[in-house]
Each structure stands twice: as structure tokens, then as C-alpha cells.
């Protein structure tokens, strides 16, 4: 079994959410998990792992399949850094190999350029516990015509609905006309 990792920030936590899937050529998930953590910490340049690790560990705890693999929104590494994906890896014991997929370069990164689609931006591919020329072809085969294979644009939104439905619950409560007049 695969996961995908995506997690999204309000004032007051982050929710987090996984996708799961046997194969990465997979159009649909088979399992789908969110989870809301209240508090966050704040966005550190280049220790994003400390804001999002917590997040996705706790939504471990709720995914009871053995995984083989687990992919993350960010990197794996930082060039001679450990980043997000490293940071996962370690706190697995090493056990399950982590794909990196990120959006956008960090500078000093040493992420492997893919180009999906017709889309003429890349993605950035690093990883740990497996080959960078075979997580390449694990993201490359992924569903979907787009830049974003079809499962990390739905754990993306799976994490924002989450989000949302955390924000709404919040607004709606009782204490919350106070709390919004102060």
C-alpha cells in the first residue's frame, strides 16, 4: 500500500490528510484519512518539516495498513539537509522509503526536474530509501494528463476541506461571536 501526505495550516492547527493507494498508476484512492491537530508551529524557511511532521505522524496513528511507500508534498531532502521526507523516514525506523514531490525549487536542493502533462513547470523529485531514477518513474506514471498526478491533487484538497470544515465548525460554535467581536 502507498500513501500521500498533504497537510493545511489555519491560525489554530493544521489538518492533515493521506490518500491510499495500491498502484501508482491509480486513478482513485482506496482509503482516505484527515485528521485536525489544534496549534501549529510557525513556518520556519527550510525547517518545514517541523511544522508538517507532527501532522502527518498523528495521521499515522489512524492508518492501520502495513505501507510500502509514502509520498509527501515538499522534499525529502535539502541538499546535505534532511527535510521533510528524511525526517519522516526517520521517524518510520527507516522502514518505509519516502518520495518527495515539490512544486516549486529550493535553492541548494538537489530534487530531480520531472515535467508532467503539457505543463512546461517541473516538479522536483527527491527521495529516500529507494533509487531517484525509480521514484521518478513512480511520479511519471501517476494518473492524470496535469502537472499534479490526479491522488496529490486530491490529498491536497482532501487537507484544505478538512481546513474549511475545521474553520466552519469553529465560526459556527458558540463561543464564537466573542471571540470574532474582540
Request: with cysteine; proline share 5%.
Amino acid at each position: 500500500m502507498i500513501a500521500a501526505f498533504d497537510v493545511h495550516y489555519l491560525e489554530n492547527g493544521c489538518a492533515a490528510a493521506a490518500v491510499l493507494f495500491s498502484d501508482y498508476t491509480d486513478a482513485a484512492p482506496g482509503e482516505t484519512y484527515t485528521r485536525f491537530l489544534p496549534g501549529a508551529t510557525d513556518y520556519i524557511p527550510g525547517e518545514f518539516y517541523t511544522r508538517e511532521l507532527p501532522c502527518i505522524l498523528a495521521l499515522l496513528t489512524r492508518i492501520h495498513k502495513p505501507l510500502d511507500e509514502m509520498v509527501v508534498d515538499g522534499y525529502v531532502t535539502l541538499g546535505k539537509r534532511p527535510g521533510l521526507g528524511q525526517h519522516l523516514f526517520e521517524a518510520v525506523n527507516r522502514d518505509i522509503p519516502v518520495i518527495g514531490v515539490a512544486k516549486s525549487r529550493f535553492t541548494g536542493a538537489d530534487g530531480a526536474e520531472v515535467l508532467r502533462g503539457r505543463s512546461m513547470r517541473p516538479l522536483y523529485i527527491t527521495c529516500v530509501g529507494m533509487d531517484v531514477g525509480t521514484a521518478v518513474h513512480k511520479i511519471n506514471i501517476m494518473h492524470g494528463a496535469h502537472r499534479i498526478p490526479t491522488l496529490l491533487k486530491q490529498v491536497d484538497l482532501l487537507a484544505r476541506e478538512k481546513a474549511r470544515h475545521q474553520l466552519t465548525q469553529v465560526t459556527n460554535s458558540p463561543n464564537s461571536a466573542r471571540s470574532l467581536s474582540k
